[in-house]
């Protein structure tokens, strides 16, 4: 099983939303638009457990289970037959970069547009990657 803390997520966006602030790229009105705080940490949840949501039926032929924890983590159980369950640490990093991407286009959507569908094409991006990867472990043949 591999968990991804809430609160790596949200302290992703964070920082990637204070990126996005200060490139200048807007005049300093937008700043405060931009800027996550933690009034807009719900926000935050429901963007990355919709996320969750996708990413699990984007890899629906290797997960098992995924939901959320009582904690607010987010959980992701993998079939014995998919490599992704044995590559944790890769795939954990992988899936915490496709939330967090997720989690930026969707809150960048009304505010900067272009910069949405930058984080957009990245959590498209880092699916791919996902799915791409998830060898099933094909059964050893022996001679008979």
């Known amino acids: 099983m ?4 809430a609160d790596t997520i ?3 966006a964070v920082e990637f939303a204070s990126f996005e ?3 200048g790229v807007q005049d300093d009105a937008l700043y405060p638009a931009l800027m996550i705080n933690s009034r807009d940490r719900e926000f935050i949840q429901s963007y990355a457990e919709h996320a969750m949501h996708l990413l699990g039926g ?5 997960i098992e289970e995924y939901d ?3 904690n607010g983590d987010y959980t992701f159980s993998f079939r014995s037959d998919c ?3 044995i590559k944790e640490k890769r795939t954990e990093k992988h899936l915490t970069e496709a939330m967090t991407a997720y989690v930026m ?3 960048l959507d009304n505010k900067l547009a272009e910069r949405a569908k930058a984080y ?4 498209a991006d880092m699916t791919s990657i996902l799915v791409n990867s998830a060898d099933r472990v094909r059964p050893r043949i022996t001679d008979v």
Do not use: E, N, V
């Not at 984007?58 to 290797?62: H, T």
């Not at 957009?120 to 959590?123: E, F, K, S």
């Open 58 to 62: 984007a890899l629906k032929f290797c």
């Open 68 to 70: 959320t924890a009582d």
């Open 21 to 23: 602030a200060g490139r």
């Open 83 to 85: 490599t992704l369950g």
């Open 105 to 107: 286009s969707r809150w």
């Open 10 to 12: 949200y302290d992703k």
């Open 2 to 5: 591999i968990t991804i803390q």
């Open 120 to 123: 957009a094409q990245m959590y």
